[in-house]
């Protein structure tokens, strides 16, 4: 399949096409004024690459290791919540363009899919992110993910409340959508969108019907008001004791944090600031990816502001282990559905191959700090 766009920028153009503007701006915004966005790409773009010439290239690789497996890529697609919004069946369409390049999806707890539809329908390699709406909800999602088959549990820990994101604020953004005119307005004039929503039916927040909530007011309501912002450190523990498989923890910038959680037998931590979502102030994941000591047989994982090729590799050459996309599918799911999702992947495909070749490291799993200028 050849790429009809350049990059995942061109992408995000696309997308800002085809959605209304509330729900590109739910995709695409930050916390406050959206220095955390910001600050998440110049970190990225401030660290440059060596050229390495007269190195063979001729044969590269890009599968990586990751505990004790391996990826053919080196990033996966991360969990997003609400992606029925951006499309109907979005959840599906992301799980499945990921298991067509062998890289895992990670279903968020705020999908617009249940936990089960998805398992069911698809043939890939599925993880499931956990967000503690209150102890009763955990537990129930965790005995379900399990019972669904998915071996990988992705806790998200920097959502004790919700980010303060001001163009949602302004859209008079949420779930359920309110018909104001205005939105009613832009509906009309997306209406390859708007028709699709009507024929898929109002996104719902699909997991949360087992706790009671059967419709999309009640789901709202459950997802805002009851994050439980108790959980610490021994619930944590007591979750390790739960879960009996791969344990991720998402959404730490800390390294004493990150120690913290490898000592109470957590697998990997994701360094994040949930793409500058929710405190627009913190440091960029990525900055932090050198200063993180990985125990033998543990990993290291990294998001926030990913949209090529190269921004992998650089961080792969810090020590991160793999990368979770965000946005960059998103942009391709809104653009043009699965084929959307699969050609943003394929795009960074070329391009993590290309940087590879040009910095004279042919082998992902190689990459180490001598491929950066100091
Ligand atoms: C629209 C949207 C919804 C998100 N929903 C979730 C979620 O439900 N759970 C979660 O752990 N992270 C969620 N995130 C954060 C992403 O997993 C990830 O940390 C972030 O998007 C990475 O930054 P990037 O978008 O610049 O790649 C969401 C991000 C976006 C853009």
């Known amino acids: 399949m050849a790429p009809s766009f350049a990059s995942v920028e061109d992408m ?4 800002k096409r085809r959605l209304p503007r509330a729900i590109f701006d739910y995709v695409d915004g930050g916390a406050g004024d959206e220095r955390g966005v910001r600050r998440n790409r110049e970190a990225i773009e401030r660290r440059l690459l060596k050229l390495k010439p007269l190195t063979n290239v001729s044969q590269r690789d890009l599968t990586v290791p990751l505990l004790g497996g391996h990826l053919p890529l080196p990033f996966l697609i991360g969990p997003t919540g609400l992606n029925g919004a951006v499309m109907p069946g979005g959840d599906l369409a992301l799980a499945r363009a990921a298991a067509k390049f062998g890289i895992p999806f990670v279903l968020s707890t705020a999908s617009s ?3 089960e539809d998805v398992a069911h329908q698809v043939d890939g390699e599925l993880w499931f992110q956990l967000y503690v709406l209150n102890r009763d909800a955990a537990r129930q999602f965790v005995d379900r993910a399990l019972n669904a088959g998915y071996r990988t549990l992705v806790l998200t ?10 163009r949602d604020f302004r859209n008079g953004f949420g779930v359920p959508f309110q018909m104001t005119p205005r939105f009613a307005l832009d509906c009309a004039l997306h209406p390859g969108w708007a028709l699709k929503q009507l024929r898929g039916g109002a996104p719902q927040l699909a997991n949360l019907r087992s706790t009671g909530a059967t419709d999309a007011n009640s789901q709202a309501l459950l997802m805002l008001r009851q994050m439980d912002a108790s959980f610490d450190w021994d619930d944590l523990k007591a979750l390790r004791d739960r879960w009996p498989h791969r344990l991720i923890v998402k959404g730490l910038t800390d390294p004493a944090d990150c120690a913290r959680c490898f000592s109470l037998g957590v697998d990997a931590v994701v360094l994040s600031n949930h793409g500058g979502r929710q405190l627009e102030d913190v440091v960029a994941g990525f900055d932090m990816i050198d200063r993180i000591d990985v125990p033998e047989g543990k990993a290291l994982l990294v998001d926030g502001g990913f949209r090529r090729g190269a921004d992998i590799v650089k961080a792969l050459a810090l020590g991160a282990d793999a990368v979770m996309l965000g946005r960059a599918t998103l942009y391709g799911l809104a653009a043009a559905g699965q084929a959307g999702v699969e050609q943003v992947i394929e795009t960074l495909r070329l391009e993590i191959d290309n940087t590879l070749a040009l910095i004279g490291c042919p082998n992902a799993a190689d990459l180490g700090q001598d491929v950066l200028q100091d």
């Open 12 to 15: 995000r153009r696309r997308a």
């Open 113 to 115: 899919m249940s936990i």
């Open 157 to 166: 820990v920097d959502v004790p409340v919700g980010g303060r994101r001001d």
